[in-house]
């Protein structure tokens, strides 16, 4: 079972990757929406876990790297 630690430590590696391999960092933050939302999704009643999977998965954003769709 995924948890919030594990969310965050895949932030982690996207700061880590950032403008790097900006291809990797964005299909990471993919992965780690997704990932997300599942967890959003099989607790939908632990609103501290919703409010967290979802703060942590959005922080993303604030990460600084091109981000494109082919």
Avoid at 21 to 27: I, L, S, T, V
Wanted: charged share 25%; hydrophobic share 40%.
């Amino acid at each position: 079972m995924t948890t919030l630690s594990d969310l965050e430590q895949m932030v982690g590696v996207i700061k880590h990757i950032g403008n790097g391999d900006p291809e990797a960092a964005h299909g990471n933050e993919d992965n780690l929406r997704g990932v997300a939302l599942k967890m959003i999704r099989d607790n939908p009643t632990d609103s501290v876990l919703v409010e967290h999977a979802a703060r942590i998965a959005l922080s993303t954003d604030e990460i600084r790297f091109p981000r494109w769709c082919g």
